[in-house]
């Protein structure tokens, strides 16, 4: 499990660096708001801090086996998907005042539950082992 682990912080870090240089440079194109650009930064940020935690969790899996420890990237990958994935799409949704803005924006801290679960997850499997 540990190998699907490192792949997946490998090719979701490899999205990160793109999605945020699109954010960088092609997104201030489509739009001037300051909160717009803030929250598409947030989601290539939190999108890479934990694609490299995934790498982690690949890495300390053989050492730390178990359980905990595949819940813990599970959670990372889930987090992922609802907070960066939702803020990406919150993005687009803005530009285009879209009125399904106010369906996306409760899954952020959902995906945001899941990255704390996903630390806590961490944290358990490295203090369980003896």
């Given at each position: 499990?540990?190998?699907?682990?490192?792949?997946?912080?490998?090719?979701?870090?490899?999205?990160?660096?793109?999605?945020?240089?699109?954010?960088?440079?092609?997104?201030?194109?489509?739009?001037?708001?300051?909160?717009?650009?803030?929250?598409?930064?947030?989601?290539?940020?939190?999108?890479?801090?934990?694609?490299?935690?995934?790498?982690?969790?690949?890495i300390l899996?053989?050492?730390?086996?178990?359980?905990?420890?595949?819940?813990?990237?599970?959670?990372?990958?889930?987090?992922?998907?609802?907070?960066?994935?939702?803020?990406?799409?919150?993005?687009?949704?803005?530009?285009?005042?879209?009125?399904?803005?106010?369906?996306?924006?409760?899954?952020?801290?959902?995906?945001?539950?899941?990255?704390?679960?996903?630390?806590?997850?961490?944290?358990a499997a490295?203090?369980?082992?003896?």
């Amino acid at each position: 499990m540990h190998k699907n682990f490192l792949l997946s912080g490998a090719m979701l870090g490899a999205l990160a660096v793109a999605l945020g240089a699109f954010g960088a440079h092609g997104l201030q194109r489509l739009t001037d708001d300051e909160a717009i650009l803030k929250g598409y930064q947030t989601a290539a940020q939190y999108q890479m801090y934990h694609a490299l935690a995934l790498l982690a969790v690949g890495i300390l899996a053989e050492r730390f086996h178990g359980k905990l420890m595949i819940w813990a990237g599970a959670c990372f990958i889930t987090g992922i998907f609802l907070f960066s994935g939702s803020l990406y799409l919150l993005t687009y949704l803005k530009i285009q005042a879209s009125t399904a803005v106010k369906f996306v924006g409760p899954v952020t801290p959902v995906g945001g539950i899941f990255f704390i679960v996903g630390w806590l997850l961490l944290f358990a499997a490295i203090m369980k082992r003896k």
